[in-house]
C-alpha cells in the first residue's frame, strides 16, 4: 500500500536526520527519529511562521529544548523552506557552518533559542510566554490583537530532570500562561540507560500540582492523537499545557531502537541501510521525496500568507493608534525613546554623602522607568534589598499582565525576560556610558 503523505514526510525527517549525523560521524539520531512526528504534527497542522522572515514578530515561537537533538531542527528548518540550504545540512557539527551541536541563537535563521544545556530551553518558553502576555496587555486593542501567539517547546526527560525547568514551571503555572504549549519526547531512556535508574516520579502529578494542564501519556506516532491534545492545549487559556507523548528513541533502527546507544552516537551504516530497507526507503543519503519536499514547503506560500495577513491588520492599527504603533516599533527596533535620560543628570550631585550603590541604582531605574515605558524588571523575592521595584507601576500577575514589576521567587529566568521584551540591556548601558562620558 503506497505511504500516505504524513508518514513518508515523517521518514523523511527520521531519516534526513539520521543521515546528518551518520555525515558528520557525530551527534544524537535517536530522539530525532523518537520525536518526528511530535514535531512534524506540529509544524505542518499549527505553527504559524514564515520561513522567508524568521523575525515577524507575532510568529509562533517553538524551542527544541533537548538541543543534543538538534539535527530534528535543521531538518525542519530546511523542509520548510528557512534559509538553510541542503549543503549545510551536510556540514552538520563542522567550523563555521550554520548547523553547529547544539542550536544556537543568532547562528542559524529559526533558531529560536540556544540549547543545549538541558532545562534551559524549557525555562526560556516561559520567559518568552510571559513577554507574549506583556506585550498583548500593552499593545492589543480590542479590534486589533497585534500581539497574540503560542509558545511551543519539545521537551525531554533530561529537562524535565533539570531543576530550572521546575523553577520556570512552577512560575508559568502561578502566572497562568494559558498559551504555553510543550510537548513531552518520553521516551523512557537517557544516556545511561532506563530514565528508571534515576527518575520514577509521578510527572503528571507534579504538573498539576504546579496549575498544569497535563495530557496523556498519547502514543506519539499517532499523529491525530498528538493533534487533538494540541487542539485541546490551545484551548485551555487558564494553564500551560503539558503534552506526555510516549515515543521510541531510534524509531525504525532494527538493533537500537529504545536503547540508550541511539542516544548520542551516529547509527552506523549497516544500521541505518537495514532501518530504510525494512521501509521500502531509499538508501541513498540525504534522501527527500520531490512530493514530500513540495508538501513541507507549503510552509512558505503560508508563512507569507499569515504575515501579509498580519500586516494589514497592523496597518489598520497604525492608522487608529498612531502614537502605540509608534512605540511598539521603537521597542520591537531595539530603540529608546527620545527621553529616555531625562532628568538623569539631577539626581546625583557631587557634594552628596556616600550612598549605597543599590540606593543608587533604585534611583536610577525610578527615574529612567518614567520615561522607557517598556522598562520592567524584578527580583528572585529581594527587592526590599536590591531596590528594584519601579515605584509607580503595578506588579505583573496572572490577573493583570501589564505590570513592570516581577516577582520570580527566590529563583528566575529573568535574563530572559529582559532579552525577549526587545531591551538591549548591552545598548542601553553604552548608551548610558556614553552620556557620562561627554559630560
Ligand atoms: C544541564 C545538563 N546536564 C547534562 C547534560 C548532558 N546530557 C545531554 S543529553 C543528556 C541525556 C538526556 O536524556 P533525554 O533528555 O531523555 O534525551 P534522550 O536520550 O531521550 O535524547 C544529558 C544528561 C546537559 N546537556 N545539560
Ligand atoms: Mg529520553
Redesign the pocket.
Known amino acids: 500500500m503506497a505511504k500516505n503523505i504524513d508518514q513518508k514526510s515523517i521518514e523523511t525527517i527520521r531519516f534526513l536526520s539520521a543521515d546528518i549525523v551518520q555525515k558528520a560521524n557525530s551527534g544524537?539520531p535517536?530522539?530525532p527519529m523518537g520525536a518526528a512526528s511530535l514535531a512534524y504534527t506540529l509544524w505542518t497542522r499549527f505553527l504559524k511562521h514564515n520561513p522567508s522572515n524568521p523575525n515577524w514578530v507575532n510568529r509562533d515561537r517553538f524551542i527544541l529544548s533537548?538541543g543534543?537533538?538538534s539535527a530534528l531542527l535543521y531538518s525542519l528548518l530546511y523542509l520548510t523552506g528557512y534559509d538553510l540550504p541542503m549543503e549545510e545540512l551536510k556540514q552538520f557539527r563542522q567550523w563555521e557552518s550554520k548547523t553547529p551541536g547544539h542550536p544556537e541563537y543568532g547562528m542559524t535563521p529559526g533558531v529560536e533559542v540556544t540549547t543545549?544545556?538541558?532545562?534551559q530551553g524549557f525555562a526560556n518558553g516561559v520567559g518568552m510566554a510571559i513577554a507574549e502576555r506583556w506585550l498583548a496587555d500593552h499593545y492589543n486593542q480590542k479590534h486589533h490583537q497585534v500581539i497574540d501567539h503560542y509558545t511551543y517547546a519539545i521537551i525531554?526527560?533530561?529537562?524535565l530532570q533539570?531543576g530550572v525547568a521546575s523553577e520556570a514551571a512552577s512560575l508559568a503555572g502561578n502566572l497562568k500562561l494559558g498559551k504555553l504549549i510543550y510537548l513531552y519526547?518520553s521516551?523512557g531512556?537517557?544516556?545511561e540507560g532506563s530514565?528508571n535508574i534515576a527518575f520514577t516520579e509521578d510527572v503528571t502529578k507534579r504538573f498539576e500540582s504546579y496549575h498544569w494542564h497535563v495530557i496523556g501519556p498519547i502514543d506519539g506516532d499517532d499523529i491525530e492523537a498528538v493533534d487533538a491534545a494540541i487542539r485541546s492545549g490551545q484551548k485551555e487559556s487558564e494553564r500551560p499545557t503539558l503534552i506526555i507523548c510516549k515515543t521510541h528513541?531510534g524509531h525504525g533502527a532494527p538493533t537500537k531502537q529504545d536503547t540508550a546507544s541511539a542516544?548520542g552516537e551516529p547509527l552506523g551504516e549497516a544500521e541505518l541501510q537495514s532501518a530504510k530497507q525494512a521501509l521500502g526507503w531509499s538508501v541513498d543519503s540525504f534522501y527527500v521525496p520531490e512530493d514530500v519536499l513540495n508538501h513541507m514547503r507549503q510552509a512558505v506560500d503560508r508563512g507569507k500568507m499569515i504575515e501579509k495577513d498580519w500586516h494589514r491588520q497592523w496597518h489598520k492599527w497604525k492608522e487608529s493608534s498612531l502614537l502605540l504603533a509608534n512605540k511598539f516599533e521603537k521597542a520591537m527596533n531595539g530603540e529608546l525613546p527620545d527621553d529616555w535620560d531625562q532628568g538623569l543628570d539631577e539626581l546625583f550631585n557631587p557634594t552628596d554623602k556616600p550612598v549605597a550603590t543599590r540606593e543608587a541604582s533604585g534611583k536610577v531605574i525610578n527615574s529612567l522607568a518614567q520615561h522607557t515605558h517598556n522598562l520592567i524588571g524584578g527580583s528572585a523575592d529581594l527587592s526590599p534589598s536590591t531596590k528594584t521595584i519601579i515605584k509607580d507601576a503595578e506588579d505583573f500577575k496572572a490577573e493583570d499582565y501589564s505590570g513592570h514589576n516581577f516577582h520570580f521567587g527566590a529563583s528566575a529566568p529573568a535574563d530572559v525576560l529582559y532579552q525577549k521584551f526587545g531591551i538591549d540591556v548591552e545598548n542601553t548601558v553604552l548608551q548610558a556610558k556614553n552620556l557620562l562620558k561627554k559630560q
Open positions: 544524537h535517536g530522539t533537548p543534543h537533538a543545549g544545556p538541558l532545562g525531554s526527560d533530561g529537562d533539570e519526547d521516551n531512556i537517557q544516556i530514565t528513541i542516544h
